[in-house]
């Protein structure tokens, strides 16, 4: 169930996204539940039984997609960016935090351009600094190319020499999404943010 927005998600200590209350009535940002969901579990079994990250209450429902309800309290923007859904024509949202910093990021490149144009007779392409951004989703990496629109799976972050660092796992095969910048003009048809199925109109 979605719940009323929080001053602080217990999970990431920061304002609570995309509000979500578990069924033993804990709330965190959306996607920091789902994250954190895929991770928690008994091994001893050898079968994952996902907890509830306050109080390790097993959690039997499915979050990877949800419904959001009338007062999920989905803000509004001028633009969102969306990748595709897999299978489907339509498309889900990046969060609010991950739209906006994408689209800035899409601004100054703009502004770059028009400031120093891209010679078309030159074999060197725009400058990766300014067209690649990397984000992460759920724990794990995702590198988008504002350029060929698309979103590729880096990988996951897992410890390594005795902890103090990290690397990422490979995910070698995973297709590449394509992303697209929507505005309240756009015909593609909007599924949800990151997950959260909403029927509600998200463009100011």
């Known amino acids: 169930m979605a719940s009323s927005p929080a001053e602080e998600c217990p999970i990431c200590r920061e304002e609570m996204l995309l509000p979500y209350t ?3 009535g804990h709330a965190f940002c959306y996607l920091c539940l789902k994250a954190a969901l ?3 579990g008994s091994t001893a079994t050898g079968i994952n ?5 306050m109080c390790r209450a097993p959690r039997s429902e499915n979050i990877i997609t949800v419904k959001a309800p009338d007062n999920a309290n989905i803000p509004k923007r001028n633009i969102w960016w969306a990748y595709k859904c897999r299978g489907s024509d339509e498309w889900w949202c990046y969060e609010p935090q991950h739209s906006e910093y994408i689209e800035k990021t899409y601004q100054d490149f703009q502004t770059s351009r028009t400031e120093d144009p891209i010679d078309t007779s030159s074999s060197v392409g725009p400058d990766p600094d300014k067209t690649i ?7 794990k990496y995702y590198r988008l190319d504002i350029i060929k629109m698309e979103q590729t799976f880096i990988g996951t972050p897992v410890p390594v020499r005795g902890g103090n660092l990290f690397g990422l796992t490979s995910q070698p095969g995973t297709a590449p999404r394509e992303i697209k910048r ?12 990151a997950g959260m199925i909403t029927t509600q109109n998200l463009f100011l």
């Open 182 to 193: 929507l505005t309240s003009a756009s015909l593609e048809k909007i599924k949800g943010i």
């Open 22 to 24: 578990t069924p033993c």
């Open 49 to 53: 039984i996902p907890t509830c990250p």
């Open 133 to 139: 951004i990397l984000i992460q989703i759920m724990g």
């Open 38 to 40: 895929t991770r928690t």
